[in-house]
């Protein structure tokens, strides 16, 4: 709730908060002088009934008394649709400066609509305009991008991720002793990656100790493995090339594997352990894995002909619903979330072990980087044009040369749209925007990001087709590589839809190096979607038998 209270003066009109410029004799005009950016006078002048929609949810805001009542107006908030269909919003707005009779005359309005033409980005574009790129032009980053732009140093990409992966860290401890040594003026850059090493070195080797002095630190390992098993089969199932004999091989290798471990796990379990629930559920859900598994793989021995055996080697890595690789990935999440709770210090060594070792990779190149830090120039101090500051030029113009009252109108409506995300983003702790592409079959969109515990990221993507309806869909991703994916949909054909590109989906994002460890894909109706997968919540662990 702190954010609220100056939400009012950081999210405006303007949408430019007043920085100081170090080292500048432009303090207070570097922003107001630049093209892109209209003066200060033209929010006074851009008030409307939207506007105080805007400042209406503000107050009632910062004036609800607990976190149920915010989360209602969040939600209200989330829903009011100023200008749904955003990007087609664009479209419009250019056509409609296009067609103004002050436009042929007037090098700053062909300008605009240029800029307004670059931000409408095809969603068959997705590939060669990343979703990130977009993001950072929705105008939702503006104050971000301002305030970045007033950076006077250009920081290599190297540093930038260690320093990153740093912040991220799960170790406390850890991280308090680097930010001491991030304190130390008297040691150079040379010194400090010295010592940080030093630091990360000595961090290992106890973790490695806890890790040898668990009972239970084969099973650990046992976790590596079964994803790297997934990892091979995937590979193998790109490919489509194998034998008989080496699917048989590779099926009597893996149910060995299975029932050793099946073996490991039945040992650890105890009756207090057994109380507790995490633990007794995950087990109980990756024995029904493991047993799952083996029929599959026992099924192929029962096989007369060889090209059987490859025809259901093949089918059982490419089983839409859930193939032999999502299971393995599966049994590794429940693996690990058992393990956590039947030795949290050696779990928890075990992270902390493998961010140490991510950590160090990145320390020789970051260190080699270090001669690039660079001062930036005037130039680069400029903040980037989004869509927002376009959009506010285009007001400033409007007012200035007497143009049709309808693109100041529509300008004023997007800005409050975008302004109508800020809130919710700020307020929320997390990021939300419109979708920012051209998508013909789609009447609105909108997208959100958060961060969790730990290493933990989530995604919301919602969209209404017009063919289709509705669809929500929730991703998350932990330890950098797990992908758990729960959908719901407005219609069974849809979903039919959505099933029959399932296997295509796991592949594209496995060739990216990540694990679809969970899938879900259900029917809803819309009232069911929007509560279900509202806040970030709705993600669901395991695989829907029924899809």
């Given at each position: 709730?702190?954010?609220i209270?100056n939400?009012?003066?950081s999210i405006?009109?303007?949408?430019?908060?007043?920085?100081?410029?170090?080292?500048?004799?432009?303090?207070?005009?570097?922003?107001?002088?630049?093209?892109?950016?209209?003066?200060?006078?033209?929010?006074?002048?851009?008030?409307?009934?939207?506007?105080?929609?805007?400042?209406?949810v503000?107050?009632?805001?910062?004036?609800?008394?607990?976190?149920?009542?915010?989360?209602k107006?969040?939600?209200?908030?989330?829903d009011?649709?100023?200008?749904?269909?955003?990007?087609?919003?664009?479209?419009?707005?250019a056509?409609?400066?296009?067609?103004?009779?002050?436009?042929?005359n007037?090098p700053?309005?062909?300008?605009?609509?240029?800029?307004?033409?670059?931000?409408?980005?095809p969603?068959?574009?997705?590939?060669?305009?990343?979703?990130?790129?977009?993001?950072?032009?929705?105008?939702?980053l503006?104050?971000?991008?301002?305030?970045?732009?007033l950076n006077?140093?250009?920081?290599?990409?190297?540093?930038?991720?260690?320093?990153?992966?740093?912040k991220n860290?799960?170790?406390?401890?850890?991280?308090?002793?680097?930010?001491?040594?991030?304190?130390?003026e008297?040691?150079?850059?040379?010194?400090?990656?010295?010592?940080?090493?030093?630091i990360?070195?000595?961090?290992?080797?106890?973790?490695?100790?806890?890790?040898?002095?668990?009972?239970?630190?084969?099973?650990?390992?046992?976790?590596?493995?079964?994803?790297?098993?997934?990892?091979?089969?995937?590979?193998?199932?790109?490919?489509?090339?194998?034998?008989?004999?080496?699917?048989?091989?590779?099926?009597?290798?893996?149910?060995?594997?299975?029932?050793?471990?099946?073996?490991?796990?039945?040992?650890?379990?105890?009756?207090k352990?057994?109380?507790?629930?995490?633990?007794?559920?995950?087990?109980?859900?990756l024995?029904?894995?493991?047993?799952?598994?083996?029929?599959?793989?026992?099924?192929?021995?029962k096989?007369?002909?060889?090209?059987?055996?490859?025809?259901?080697?093949?089918a059982?890595?490419?089983?839409?619903?859930?193939?032999?690789?999502?299971?393995?990935?599966?049994?590794?999440?429940?693996?690990?979330v058992?393990?956590?709770?039947?030795?949290?210090?050696?779990?928890?060594?075990?992270?902390?072990?493998?961010?140490i070792?991510?950590?160090q990779?990145?320390i020789?190149?970051?260190s080699?980087?270090?001669?690039?830090?660079?001062?930036?120039?005037?130039s680069e101090?400029?903040?980037?044009?989004?869509?927002?500051?376009?959009?506010l030029s285009?007001?400033k113009e409007?007012?200035?040369?007497?143009?049709?009252?309808?693109?100041?109108?529509?300008?004023?409506k997007?800005?409050?749209q975008?302004?109508?995300?800020?809130?919710?983003?700020?307020?929320?702790?997390g990021?939300?925007?419109?979708?920012?592409?051209?998508?013909d079959?789609?009447?609105?969109g909108?997208?959100?990001?958060?961060?969790?515990?730990?290493?933990?990221?989530?995604?919301?993507?919602?969209?209404?087709?017009?063919?289709?309806?509705?669809?929500?869909?929730?991703?998350?991703l932990?330890?950098?590589?797990y992908?758990?994916?729960?959908?719901?949909?407005?219609?069974?054909?849809?979903?039919?839809?959505?099933?029959g590109?399932?296997?295509?989906?796991k592949?594209?994002?496995?060739?990216?190096?990540?694990?679809?460890?969970?899938?879900?894909?259900?029917?809803?109706?819309?009232?069911?979607?929007?509560?279900?997968?509202?806040?970030?919540?709705?993600?669901?662990?395991?695989?829907?038998?029924?899809?």
């Amino acid at each position: 709730m702190n954010n609220i209270a100056n939400l009012q003066n950081s999210i405006n009109q303007t949408g430019i908060t007043t920085q100081k410029q170090p080292q500048t004799t432009q303090t207070t005009q570097i922003f107001k002088n630049q093209p892109q950016t209209p003066a200060q006078q033209t929010a006074q002048q851009a008030v409307d009934s939207i506007d105080k929609l805007i400042s209406k949810v503000v107050d009632e805001l910062q004036s609800a008394s607990n976190i149920n009542q915010t989360s209602k107006i969040l939600q209200m908030a989330k829903d009011t649709k100023i200008a749904p269909n955003f990007t087609n919003d664009i479209k419009n707005l250019a056509a409609t400066i296009q067609s103004d009779p002050a436009f042929e005359n007037s090098p700053t309005l062909k300008d605009l609509v240029l800029k307004l033409k670059e931000f409408l980005k095809p969603i068959a574009d997705l590939k060669t305009a990343p979703l990130n790129e977009q993001i950072k032009s929705s105008g939702v980053l503006l104050e971000a991008n301002l305030k970045e732009a007033l950076n006077t140093q250009k920081i290599p990409q190297s540093i930038q991720k260690l320093l990153t992966d740093i912040k991220n860290l799960s170790n406390q401890n850890l991280l308090n002793q680097i930010l001491t040594l991030a304190n130390d003026e008297s040691l150079d850059n040379h010194s400090s990656f010295v010592k940080l090493n030093e630091i990360l070195t000595n961090e290992a080797k106890t973790a490695q100790n806890t890790l040898n002095n668990s009972n239970i630190k084969a099973l650990f390992s046992d976790t590596n493995k079964l994803d790297n098993i997934a990892r091979y089969l995937n590979n193998t199932a790109q490919k489509g090339e194998i034998s008989a004999q080496n699917a048989l091989k590779q099926a009597s290798s893996l149910n060995s594997f299975l029932t050793n471990l099946n073996e490991k796990i039945s040992n650890i379990t105890s009756e207090k352990l057994n109380q507790t629930q995490a633990f007794s559920q995950n087990i109980k859900e990756l024995k029904i894995l493991i047993k799952d598994m083996q029929n599959s793989l026992a099924s192929l021995n029962k096989i007369g002909d060889e090209a059987g055996v490859v025809r259901n080697f093949n089918a059982i890595l490419n089983d839409p619903n859930a193939s032999l690789q999502d299971k393995l990935s599966s049994a590794a999440r429940r693996l690990g979330v058992a393990l956590l709770v039947a030795d949290s210090h050696a779990s928890n060594a075990k992270v902390n072990l493998n961010e140490i070792k991510s950590l160090q990779k990145q320390i020789k190149s970051a260190s080699n980087d270090v001669a690039q830090i660079a001062l930036k120039t005037q130039s680069e101090m400029t903040p980037t044009s989004d869509i927002k500051s376009t959009l506010l030029s285009i007001v400033k113009e409007a007012n200035t040369q007497n143009l049709n009252q309808t693109i100041k109108d529509t300008s004023l409506k997007m800005i409050s749209q975008i302004e109508l995300h800020q809130i919710v983003s700020s307020v929320s702790g997390g990021l939300q925007t419109y979708l920012p592409y051209v998508w013909d079959g789609v009447d609105e969109g909108k997208v959100a990001f958060k961060q969790g515990k730990k290493d933990r990221f989530y995604a919301q993507i919602e969209l209404n087709f017009k063919q289709y309806g509705q669809v929500s869909v929730m991703v998350g991703l932990s330890n950098k590589r797990y992908i758990d994916i729960s959908i719901a949909t407005a219609t069974s054909e849809f979903k039919e839809l959505i099933l029959g590109q399932n296997s295509e989906l796991k592949r594209a994002i496995g060739e990216l190096g990540l694990v679809v460890s969970n899938f879900n894909l259900k029917v809803l109706s819309k009232h069911e979607i929007s509560q279900k997968f509202k806040n970030f919540d709705g993600l669901q662990i395991g695989f829907d038998r029924r899809a």
